[in-house]
């Protein structure tokens, strides 16, 4: 079992920045296949960005597509989401996944993944 921690959701006006990080504490292991999704009030939780296999494919959700930068930082064992140009639409909680449950899965379905952590709130104020 991979327990994933989220930080570095806060509140930030429109236009603003944030980073977030994923980290799976007194886990060494470093899959090649993490994402992350975020989910609003009364919303289906949607894949934001991922990192996909091996070889580090980068997919973003076309909301996300030139404003948002997925990375990782393997020394650290720590995925990160780079959020630039906020906008309100982007209020929501996110969350970050490790782990398909079968390879070949699309990578940016919530449904793909097996480990979540519980999420950090980020809101975006006009």
């Known amino acids: 079992q991979v327990h994933l921690v989220e930080s570095g959701g806060g509140s930030v006006q429109a236009g603003g920045s944030l980073r977030l990080s994923c980290t799976a504490p007194g886990y060494a292991y470093s899959s090649p296949y993490m994402a992350w999704f975020r989910q609003a009030p009364g919303k289906e939780r949607e894949g934001v960005a991922t990192?996909?296999?091996?070889?580090?494919?980068?997919f973003y959700a076309a909301s996300a597509q030139g404003r948002f930068t997925i990375s990782r930082d393997n020394t650290k064992n720590t995925l990160y989401l780079q959020m630039d140009g906020l906008k309100p639409e982007d209020t929501a909680m996110y969350y970050c996944a490790s782990d398909l449950r079968r390879l070949g899965s699309n990578c940016l379905l919530a449904y793909s993944y097996i480990y979540w952590g519980q999420g950090t709130q980020v809101t975006v104020s006009s």
């Open positions: 990192i996909c296999g091996g070889g580090g494919s980068t």
